[in-house]
């Protein structure tokens, strides 16, 4: 019975072990195949990954991008300031303003009021260039050397000789023969012609302004020494105007202006009153014309009253013209004086 007792426990126990190895291998196997499936799964995932960078480096990059509508700010335009109008260009329109309500040859009319702003303050005036072309220097004459003096003498006599040194003299038939010098005739010998008749010699001899002009340059050239050394040639040129005197004076020649006050060269529309029309054109082009006079400082206060008097007297010649058109009443008060061309 024991014998018996301990084989069925043996065969039980025997029984319970193989029951479970065999589960325990059945396990481990289907372990296994979880484990193989799962790396597959793994292995196909980072394959599908890779794929996927691999189209989307390839794609373009206009495809993988939206379009995205930024809002962009407003361009403003820039307002430019205008810029005035030169004097020079008022002048011309308020010229042919004045030329246009005037009627008549318009292109004439605009000339006249324009040329006379052209004129210079003084043509006369010589520049430094024209005062050099007048100034002649001389040099100083040294004794010539005796070497020159042989070299002249022996030139004289190659001039004399014409047969050459050292050579015999031709025979004077054989010579070329000298050409002869015609007859003169003595024109004031002969007996006055009868074509004019009364002539009376002139009661004064005629002054030849020229010749005496000359004659005074040469003169002076004569006494006239020229400068020796550079402050000589420095005294000469100032007192011939062409430096400045010392202390150097900007104002220099300019003397009659010192007496004038500034606001006499500035201030010019005291001299349209009396004759120039309040409003109108041309009262606008004769502001304009002393806007450019007060800013020229070339011109003395003389001059610049000249031009004004100058188109006073053009409107005054065309005040009938001016009053029938309507463009203002131009006249001269008794207080005035008239300015002739």
Excluded at 58 to 64: L, M, N, P, R
Excluded at 312 to 325: A, C, G, P, Q
Aim: charged content about 30%; overall charge neutral; glycine content about 4%.
């Amino acid at each position: 019975m024991i014998s018996l007792q301990r084989y069925l426990s043996r065969s039980a126990s025997y029984s319970q072990l193989r029951s479970f190895t065999c589960s325990s291998v059945f396990t481990s196997k289907k372990n296994d195949v979880e484990e193989k499936d799962e790396k597959n799964e793994s292995k196909d995932k980072v394959a599908n990954k890779l794929n996927d960078l691999l189209q989307l480096m390839i794609q373009k990059e206009g495809d993988t991008k939206k379009d995205i509508q930024i809002p962009q700010a407003v361009k403003r335009k820039k307002v430019k300031p205008e810029k005035e109008k030169p004097l020079g260009e008022k002048l011309e329109v308020a010229a042919k303003d004045v030329a246009s309500s005037l009627g008549g040859d318009v292109k004439k009319t605009e000339s006249e009021l324009l040329n006379i702003l052209l004129r210079t303050s003084d043509p006369n005036t010589q520049t430094l260039k024209d005062i050099l072309k007048g100034i002649k220097v001389e040099k100083s004459s040294e004794p010539p050397s005796r070497a020159k003096q042989v070299r002249d003498t022996l030139a004289k006599q190659a001039t004399t000789n014409t047969d050459g040194p050292g050579l015999p003299k031709l025979k004077p038939e054989l010579k070329k023969p000298k050409k002869k010098s015609a007859a003169t005739v003595n024109i004031l010998g002969a007996a006055p012609s009868t074509y004019f008749k009364d002539l009376q010699p002139a009661p004064a001899p005629c002054d030849l302004q020229t010749w005496r002009l000359c004659a005074a340059r040469d003169l002076r050239l004569s006494v006239t020494h020229p400068p020796t050394n550079i402050y000589e040639q420095m005294i000469q040129w100032t007192d011939q105007g062409m430096l400045w005197h010392f202390p150097i004076d900007n104002e220099q020649g300019l003397d009659s202006e010192k007496q004038v006050s500034f606001e006499e060269h500035v201030f010019l529309e005291s001299h349209l009153e009396g004759w120039c029309p309040e409003r109108g054109p041309i009262r606008h082009f004769m502001e304009l014309v002393c806007i450019g006079l007060s800013k020229n400082h070339w011109l003395t206060v003389e001059e610049k009253k000249e031009h004004i008097f100058w188109y006073r007297d053009y409107f005054v010649e065309k005040k009938d013209l001016i009053s029938e058109l309507g463009a203002g009443t131009v006249e001269i008060e008794s207080g005035q004086q008239e300015i002739t061309k």
